[in-house]
């Protein structure tokens, strides 16, 4: 099970960064990717949230839980400041995606 929110986590990071690329060159952005970020990334994080309700895991399983969760945070607060054409701030989504990357890091790093 904690393969498979390692899985959805990085398809939400690998859909993020096409996200990031199209943004940067187009200066625009694509509402079906930002959903697919979306429903990857919460379905991710669902999963790693019942396997650590469901199992006693590691306490860095729950620390990448709890920086994933910000995560979660930080990019709805981005969605409700973007204009509707422009792409987000790039200062506000590069902190996004660091600390997303930080808890996808931990997750694979504790992964047996």
């Given amino acids: 099970m904690l393969l498979y929110s390692n899985l959805l986590l990085i398809l939400a990071a690998v859909v993020g960064f096409i996200i990031i690329l199209i ?32 199992d006693f895991i590691s306490l860095y399983n729950i620390a990448a839980a709890l920086l994933l969760m910000l995560t979660l945070i930080l990019g709805a607060i981005l969605a409700a400041l973007r204009d509707n054409k422009q792409p987000a701030p790039m200062p506000a989504v590069t902190v996004h995606a660091m600390i997303g990357l930080a808890g996808i890091s931990l997750l694979i790093i504790t992964a047996r």
């Fill in 23 to 54: 943004g940067f060159h187009y200066h625009r952005r694509s509402l079906i990717l930002v959903t697919c970020h979306v429903l990857l990334a919460v379905a991710g994080l669902a999963s790693l949230l019942y396997q650590i309700t469901r």
